[in-house]
């Protein structure tokens, strides 16, 4: 009788054991990853307690040419989706994650939206171009932030149906605080003139934001790319002509051409940072950062 009821209570135990373990595995995050850190606070403010979120590209590291290290590639086989968003290292990259983590499921985030032409003329207008690099910072638009949270909730939803509705609530209640943002950074830069609406910049990331709220960006990049001593000098020019008194850098980025300039014009080098991971609170310092050196 005492075999019987050890062997029931052994029974019971296991039982209760694994209906805990499968509870739990049911319960636990799904891990994903993203390109940037902007990206994770989208999947975060949608995914809430339901998602990790690995980073593929560190703070203080440049989307434009970075190689994820070996570990890194590893880890991917804990992801079961990659939140793409357009950024140039993910040509090289994305083809081997996939061929590196085979559960893995690519999602494109900028599915919706018309990349613009990342050439600029002297007078920070877009030169349109059918070839060529096409501006992948989609992330620093909040009318286009709308768009790829649309598509991240739409991935979690697939891969993780049981909390749809939960997805779905954390959206609207994101989009709502994307709407909040659009208000303040419009409040902010309708004090900006429209004779001064022009803002240097070293790194040409900043033009979906201008679009947006009636800037004009002036990249000393020629689409990405170092500018050669001749533009320097046109430049330079532009800048006198237009009263540019700051030129903004990204800490990503050598400051050195900027400086070349600011000198040139009696200027400043004043820091911004595309890459932020508290993206909301960011856009509004960057639009203050315009609104008090551009306008003064």
């Not at 598509?151 to 779905?168: F, G, T």
């Not at 700051?246 to 050195?256: A, L, M, R």
Request: a neutral charge.
């Amino acid at each position: 009788m005492k075999k019987k009821s050890s062997f029931v209570a052994l029974m019971t135990t296991l039982c209760v054991l694994f209906s805990v373990s499968k509870a739990m595995a049911a319960e636990a995050p799904i891990d994903v990853t993203v390109s940037i850190a902007p990206q994770k606070y989208f999947v975060k403010e949608i995914g809430g307690n339901n998602v990790d979120v690995n980073v593929m590209v560190p703070a203080g590291a440049e989307p434009d040419d970075y190689e994820p290290t070996p570990n890194q590639v590893v880890l991917l086989n804990k992801s079961k989706l990659y939140f793409s968003i357009g950024v140039p290292f993910e040509k090289s990259w994305l083809n081997k994650f996939k061929s590196s983590a085979k559960d893995l499921t690519i999602v494109d985030t900028q599915k919706g939206i018309e990349r613009m032409p990342m050439a600029y003329n002297d007078d920070g207008e877009r030169i349109p171009a059918t070839s060529g690099i096409k501006d992948p910072h989609i992330w620093l638009s909040p009318a286009l932030v709308r768009i790829q949270a649309m598509n991240i909730r739409d991935a979690l939803i697939k891969v993780d149906p049981q909390h749809q509705q939960e997805y779905r609530e954390n959206y609207l209640k994101f989009s709502k605080k994307i709407n909040q943002i659009d208000d303040a950074l419009i409040a902010i830069t309708a004090k900006i003139p429209a004779a001064h609406n022009q803002f240097m910049t070293y790194h040409p990331a900043w033009g979906y934001f201008a679009t947006d709220y009636g800037l004009r960006q002036l990249p000393i990049q020629d689409e990405g790319k170092e500018a050669s001593a001749q533009r320097l000098k046109s430049l330079i020019d532009t800048a006198k002509k237009q009263h540019i008194k700051v030129i903004f850098i990204e800490p990503q980025f050598s400051k050195e051409q900027a400086k070349v300039i600011a000198n040139a014009i009696g200027g400043k080098v004043v820091a911004i940072n595309p890459l932020a991971e508290d993206w909301g609170n960011n856009l509004l310092t960057v639009a203050n950062a315009f609104e008090s050196n551009v306008n003064h």
